[in-house]
């Protein structure tokens, strides 16, 4: 059934109205060479019982494992109320609707969470949501360029520290417009950016530089230094923040002596399931000074004529629909659904529940990486600070697969292999333990590693997993 | 008929330009420019010692209703901004060729003022424009 309304009459009075005979007229001024006849690689349609077959056996290779990967998105209680609630038929809508202020309480509930952002990132100003933390990065470099008149250049400092995936995402959505991002190698030692590799590139006209917090490897960064540095050059600080380490660490807008400028990030963490990596939200904050520059939605508290409170999307100059091809916002949706899981999540948790969170992950994390490299195979690679997450390496001669596989036929996922993205980090494990792990977990975990590694020094041979 | 002081310049965009004596001169939107906009809430303006060249886009005035781009009459190093309108930017719609002005520039070649038209041409053109 075709989800359209007009019927065959419908359709011909409207030609007849505007005088084309078909609906195919309508686009015969885009050029032959330019039309596909068929979409490769999509296969046949399948009727509703056939996908329903197809997605239940998808979903059911997914199992139920124990998970030690964090890498970007983390495994965290999520209390039953919060997609309880998030469900509800009033809520429950991808999109803020066309006529928003017709939905005062989707408005209000946006509204909130702005509020809520920008209280634990100590910004001024939150934006209602963008896709997800790699494109809020992407976004947050055009918006830094945007906003730093004073700088000609349109160069940006990216430490490797920062998320793989998330600078990938960046390239692929600023290398057309003539923007050089130049990356930052880390200090072998401690895993983090620091002062000295930056300083090749002082005294050059830089427009914005990039801070994670906590970095890729977990481990926290000298962010105070790095944004007094950052503004010392004249350009403006990103910080790129996992939102549940904020409850434990300095929020970015106390950053050295002035803050950092724009702040983004994934904001899975706060209430969204991993769901096979998706859909997440990224969040965006930033100062009431370069408020303008951001992209993405604001809704604003005001008053009705009758002084009532009420709720409307605020700063619309900003946004394509007025300002056209100026505008400083060409991204007017955003990811309603998650952040109103993610508004009840903080709402339910309070930030001494978040911060209870980012504690027992923090010490999780500590009692993980204690158990683990209890193995003299096993070594913590980073000397710095992290929060919850670290690097383990195995020194073993033999390749990873013969420890990660018989692994995984335990339904555990170790970490992530980060040799992948860092060739420097070959048989090296991003682990994670949330506080959503048990002893009993990490107990598993110590347990199964040790007997595997053991087999494979021993038996001086590599190990065939059972599968 | 609206207010179009004599002893200034105009364009076809709608902003007005006083030459001072010191070889600066003094850029901002007409009254006509600013009660088509309506009432404004932001005006955004350049750096000083930015280098415009004329007809570029060099400020911003945001109303309720829209945001126009405010383009140089002439050529020239931004030496003045009016900052108060980061606070009172209603001050251009109050006082569009006095406390409503938005930038001075020092005047490269005195030549680019010929181009501009005078306040009787720039009222018939607005006149056409109706």
């Known amino acids: 059934m075709p989800f359209i309304p007009h019927t065959r009459d419908d359709v011909q009075a409207m030609l007849d109205t505007i005088g084309v005979s078909g609906i195919e007229e309508l686009f015969d ?99 209602a949501s963008l896709y997800d933390g790699a494109s809020a990065l992407a976004e947050a470099v055009l918006m830094a360029i945007r906003a730093n008149r004073k700088s000609k250049s349109r160069k940006v400092l990216m430490p490797v520290t920062v998320h793989p995936n998330y600078r990938k995402t960046t390239d692929t959505i600023v290398q057309n417009q003539s923007i050089e991002i130049v990356e930052i190698p880390y200090d072998p030692s401690g895993g983090h950016t620091t002062l000295d ?48 380490a904020m409850a434990l660490l300095k929020p970015p807008g106390e950053w050295g002596e ?86 009840i999540h903080m709402a339910i948790v309070g930030p001494e529940g978040l911060r209870q969170a980012a504690l027992q992950s923090h010490a999780n994390t500590n009692r993980l990486v204690q158990a683990l490299t209890a193995n003299e195979h096993v070594d913590k690679v980073f000397d710095r600070p992290c929060f919850h997450e670290a690097v383990l390496r195995f020194n073993l001669n033999l390749n990873m697969k ?30 994670c333990a949330t506080e959503a792990r048990s002893d009993e977990d990490i107990d598993l975990y110590a347990g199964h590693l040790n007997r595997i590694i053991e087999r494979q020094t021993t038996a001086g041979c590599p190990v065939q997993p059972k599968m | ?51 415009v060249v004329a007809n570029d886009a060099c400020a911003v005035v945001e109303s309720v209703k829209a945001a126009s781009d405010v383009y140089a009459p002439v050529g020239g190093e931004v030496v003045e901004i009016n900052e108060s309108l980061a606070d009172n930017p209603d001050a251009v719609n109050r006082d569009a060729f006095g406390d409503g002005w938005i930038m001075k520039l020092q005047l490269g070649d005195a030549g680019q003022l010929d181009a501009l038209l005078d306040a009787a041409e720039y009222d018939a053109f607005v006149a056409s424009e109706a």
């Open chain 1, 29 to 127: 001024e885009i050029p032959d060479r330019l039309r596909i006849s068929g979409l490769d690689g999509v296969p046949e349609a399948l009727g509703e019982q056939g996908v329903g077959r197809l997605m239940m056996t998808r979903s059911e290779q997914d199992g139920r494992p124990l998970c030690f990967i964090g890498a970007g998105a983390y495994d965290h209680h999520i209390p039953a109320a919060v997609w309880e609630i998030a469900t509800r038929g009033e809520f429950y809508s991808a999109y803020t609707p066309y006529q928003a202020e017709a939905s005062q309480g989707t408005l209000q509930l946006i509204y909130e969470f702005q509020t809520m952002m920008a209280r634990l990132m100590a910004m001024d100003v939150s934006n």
């Open chain 1, 197 to 244: 590799s930056l300083a090749a590139h002082a005294g050059s006209d830089i427009a914005a530089v990039v801070i994670p917090q906590p970095n890729f490897f977990g481990v926290l960064e000298d962010v105070d230094e790095i944004t007094d540095w950052a503004h010392q050059q004249g350009a403006l600080v990103i910080a790129v923040v996992n939102p549940v």
């Open chain 1, 258 to 343: 002035n803050g950092a400028d724009i702040v983004c990030g994934e904001g899975q963490p706060l209430g969204v399931p991993l769901s096979s990596g998706g859909p997440y939200f990224g969040f965006m904050c930033t100062t009431s000074k370069l408020v303008r520059q951001m992209p993405g939605r604001i809704v604003g508290a005001t008053v009705d004529r009758d002084d009532r409170r009420g709720y409307a999307l605020t700063l619309q100059a900003r946004e394509q629909h007025i300002r056209r091809s100026k505008a400083t916002s060409n991204i007017c949706t955003n990811q309603g659904l998650m952040v109103t899981a993610a508004t």
């Open chain 1, 402 to 431: 013969g420890i990660l596989r018989p692994l995984h036929a335990h339904n555990l996922l170790p970490g992530y292999e980060l040799g992948t993205d860092y060739s420097e980090l070959d048989n090296a494990l991003l682990v």
């Open chain 2, 1 to 51: 008929m609206s207010n179009v002081p004599t002893e200034l310049k105009y364009t076809r965009s709608h902003e007005w330009l006083r030459t001072n004596d010191d070889g600066t001169v003094t850029v901002g939107i007409t009254d006509h420019a600013q009660e088509q906009l309506g009432d404004m809430v932001y005006v955004e303006v350049p750096e000083v010692g930015q280098e």
